[in-house]
């Protein structure tokens, strides 16, 4: 019997066929999230759409920490850095997405 996920002690779903995202968050003018592919330098998203509209997304401190605690590659110390980073308005955090919400990104 195969396994589509599981949980770690963490209990953060870990899915065998994650896509390495890279999540950029920033303050101004409200929270926003700029999602990059695992070379760090490729936008995910819509090619025919302007890059405010296929790219970036409104988002809360709370949901940034959630996506992080959800996500997140299972390193301890990187939570307080993600604390400090939305302390100081700007960061990022690396994310292992399931395809779905990988593909939820692309529209």
């Known amino acids: 019997m195969s396994m589509d996920y599981c949980t770690n002690n963490r209990n953060r779903v870990t899915h065998p066929k994650a896509r390495r995202v890279l ?3 920033m303050l101004c003018n409200g929270w926003s999230c700029h999602f990059l592919e ?3 330098r490729t936008g995910i998203g819509t090619p025919n759409k302007p890059p405010s509209k296929a790219r970036y997304y409104n988002t809360t401190p709370e949901r940034i920490l ?9 390193r301890v ?5 993600v604390e400090h980073n939305l302390s100081i ?3 990022s ?6 395809e779905e919400e990988y593909q939820k990104l692309r529209r």
């Open 89 to 91: 308005g700007r960061g």
């Open 93 to 98: 955090v690396w994310l292992d997405l399931p």
């Open 23 to 25: 999540m950029n968050f």
């Open 38 to 40: 695992a070379d760090a």
């Open 66 to 74: 959630e996506l992080r605690e959800r996500y997140g590659l299972p």
């Open 77 to 81: 110390p990187e939570k307080n850095d």
